[in-house]
């Protein structure tokens, strides 16, 4: 192991090393360890352990076997804020653990809360309906009369930013109900204040989405291998995320019916960037979308742009991009955001057919109630055979080089969207559009629909001129050329890509 910390913060899309933290709060979000491990062999095995105050295990992260590589980054975390550790403080112990014996120890100390005999939440409950208005309950002890519910969210930056401060239609010393006028699909924490300004330590809730099902046939056994929370990387945007893995069948369907957007960009396993691989997005009509990560190249079923309903086959699970786990970290990544970029922010959701998960629950073996007639990918890729998907475009391109290509957009559509995908970090390449008017659709231009600095980069133009449109990739960094791949909901009218240099 070349270097090792702990930290509140860490980068999901390099290996640079975090600045180093030893004392976390009850109320932080998690702690994190971070290490580096060179020269690794295939066949060697890593497991992260989490120790509590009194020895014991809280929590592990499996790696089980690695592939071979000059330099692998690996980051664990634990989770505390709503979680047992805020209330286990103390000198903690996180340690790695390869082929058997300890790599490394770290210890850190979660503070105390000072007790107070303020109030101490201890769970949020609601009715799960999704409505305008909602009632929730807020449980725990010393609620006072003239106690104020709070509602907040985590900021990206730390810390939490405050929604709302209610008075409770009720209150007990135990208990508390409160009325808000809807809250989307999210997670939030609950605080509650006492008349005298006591504060109790903030505790997570969430809105789900609903409506889905497991991305897995009907009748097929598959293994959760990490939920929301999840210690091995379901945090920031994937903190709500399931990864599933195959144990006999292996193919994904849809959680929900929508409109596909496929991206197989012909990856493999990837342990220099951390990227999602080939990936499909469905846009399911309501401002949700799922996403189904990791997927195999060369399985797609379904073409960009085509309906498909819950339940139908899309691809086979895979470990295209970064991957690590047992037989070579074959699995799905599936996630719900708002937005249509695969690396948007992920908010909650539910399995019908898992009614019961709970969350940071371990591995778990799980059979889908997912039925479709259109379920499986071995028929269905004979039908997909030979189709090649409409609008959708790859290629290389160095520092300072540009590529382009045409799309035709038809009268009366309503959006147009696309797609920038590669394997490599936000920065290395830049999209741009040309109307047919000549407006310049870029970060520094018209920025109408633009995802930001997001791997992928997308714009979404709604009511776009109708005609022919140019669309551009710019290399920005990188020593060698990054095979990239587009995908647009615009026609392709058969023009021939060009590539041209820019000095």
């Given at each position: 192991m070349q270097?090792?910390?702990?930290s509140?913060?860490v ?5 640079v090393a ?8 009850p109320v932080?979000r998690?702690a994190?360890?971070?290490?580096a491990?060179l020269q690794v062999r295939?066949?060697?095995q890593?497991r992260?352990e989490w120790?509590d ?7 592990t992260a499996?790696?089980?076997?690695l ?6 980054c690996?980051t664990?975390q634990?989770?505390i804020?709503?979680f047992a550790?805020?209330s ?6 996180v340690?790695?653990?390869?082929n ?6 770290r ?6 809360t000072?007790?107070?005999g ?10 799960g309906?999704r ?6 309950t807020?449980?725990?002890k010393n609620?006072?009369p ?9 900021a990206p930056?730390?810390?939490w930013?405050y929604?709302a401060s ?9 208990q508390?109900?409160?009325?808000y006028a809807g809250l989307?699909v999210?997670?939030?924490l609950?605080?509650?204040e006492s ?7 903030p505790m ?18 598959w293994?959760?291998t990490?939920?929301?929370y999840?210690t091995f990387?379901?945090?920031g945007?994937s903190?709500?995320a399931f990864?599933?893995?195959?144990r006999?069948g292996s193919?994904?369907?849809a ?5 596909a957007y496929?991206?197989d960009?012909?990856l493999k ?7 999602f691989?080939n990936?499909?997005t469905?846009?399911h009509?309501?401002?949700?979308f799922?996403?189904y ?5 060369g ?10 309903e819950q339940g139908q086959?899309?691809a086979?699970?895979?470990n295209?991009?970064y991957?690590?786990?047992e037989?070579g970290?074959y699995?799905?990544?599936v996630?719900?955001t708002r937005?249509?970029?695969?690396s948007?922010s ?5 399995f ?5 998960w ?8 799980v059979?889908s109630?997912?039925?479709s007639a259109?379920?499986?990918c071995?028929?269905?890729r004979?039908?997909a055979s030979?189709?090649s998907?409409e609008g959708q475009?790859?290629?290389a ?5 540009w590529?382009?290509?045409i799309?035709s957009?038809?009268r009366?559509?309503k959006?147009l969207?696309v797609?920038?995908?590669w394997a490599g970090g936000p920065?290395?390449l830049?999209l741009?559009?040309?109307s047919?008017s ?11 629909g633009?995802?930001g600095?997001t791997?992928p980069?997308?714009f979404?133009?709604?009511n776009p ?6 669309i551009?990739v710019?290399?920005?960094r990188?020593?060698?050329p990054?095979?990239f791949?587009?995908?647009t909901s615009g026609s392709k009218?058969g023009s ?5 240099a820019?000095?």
């Amino acid at each position: 192991m070349q270097d090792s910390r702990t930290s509140t913060s860490v980068s999901d899309q390099t290996c640079v090393a975090p600045k180093a933290v030893s004392v976390f709060q009850p109320v932080d979000r998690q702690a994190f360890v971070w290490f580096a491990a060179l020269q690794v062999r295939a066949g060697d095995q890593l497991r992260v352990e989490w120790l509590d105050p009194t020895g014991a295990v809280s929590t592990t992260a499996e790696y089980g076997e690695l592939p071979t590589a000059g330099e692998l980054c690996f980051t664990s975390q634990l989770p505390i804020a709503g979680f047992a550790p805020a209330s286990q403080p103390g000198n903690w112990t996180v340690r790695a653990v390869a082929n058997g014996s300890v790599a490394f120890s770290r210890t850190f100390s979660i503070a105390p809360t000072n007790d107070n005999g303020g109030p101490v939440v201890t769970s949020v409950t609601w009715s799960g309906e999704r409505t305008q208005e909602i009632d929730f309950t807020v449980h725990g002890k010393n609620f006072l009369p003239g106690s104020l519910v709070l509602i907040a969210q985590y900021a990206p930056a730390g810390g939490w930013k405050y929604l709302a401060s209610l008075q409770p239609r009720s209150a007990g010393p135990n208990q508390l109900l409160v009325h808000y006028a809807g809250l989307p699909v999210n997670e939030y924490l609950v605080i509650v204040e006492s008349p005298d300004q006591r504060m109790s330590r903030p505790m997570p809730f969430l809105i789900a989405a609903a409506g889905y099902k497991l991305p897995t046939a009907a009748g097929v056994p598959w293994i959760i291998t990490q939920g929301p929370y999840g210690t091995f990387s379901h945090w920031g945007n994937s903190l709500h995320a399931f990864d599933i893995a195959p144990r006999s069948g292996s193919c994904v369907v849809a959680m929900q019916a929508g409109i596909a957007y496929t991206h197989d960009l012909g990856l493999k396993q990837d342990h220099r960037h951390h990227s999602f691989g080939n990936y499909i997005t469905i846009d399911h009509g309501n401002g949700e979308f799922s996403h189904y990560a990791h997927l195999a190249t060369g399985t797609f079923v379904v073409k960009n742009g085509e309906r498909v309903e819950q339940g139908q086959a899309l691809a086979t699970a895979g470990n295209s991009g970064y991957t690590l786990g047992e037989g070579g970290g074959y699995h799905v990544h599936v996630s719900v955001t708002r937005q249509l970029p695969i690396s948007s922010s992920s908010v909650p959701f539910q399995f019908e057919d898992l009614p019961d998960w709970t969350r940071g629950a371990g591995y778990r073996t799980v059979v889908s109630m997912n039925e479709s007639a259109l379920c499986d990918c071995r028929s269905r890729r004979a039908i997909a055979s030979g189709d090649s998907a409409e609008g959708q475009f790859s290629g290389a391109v160095s520092v300072e080089q540009w590529w382009s290509d045409i799309v035709s957009v038809e009268r009366g559509s309503k959006m147009l969207d696309v797609t920038l995908s590669w394997a490599g970090g936000p920065g290395d390449l830049d999209l741009h559009l040309m109307s047919p008017s000549g407006r310049h659709y870029a970060a520094y231009a018209d920025s109408t629909g633009y995802s930001g600095e997001t791997n992928p980069k997308s714009f979404r133009v709604p009511n776009p001129e109708v005609g022919l449109w140019r669309i551009s990739v710019q290399g920005m960094r990188g020593s060698t050329p990054i095979n990239f791949g587009v995908e647009t909901s615009g026609s392709k009218p058969g023009s021939k890509s060009q590539l041209r240099a820019s000095r």
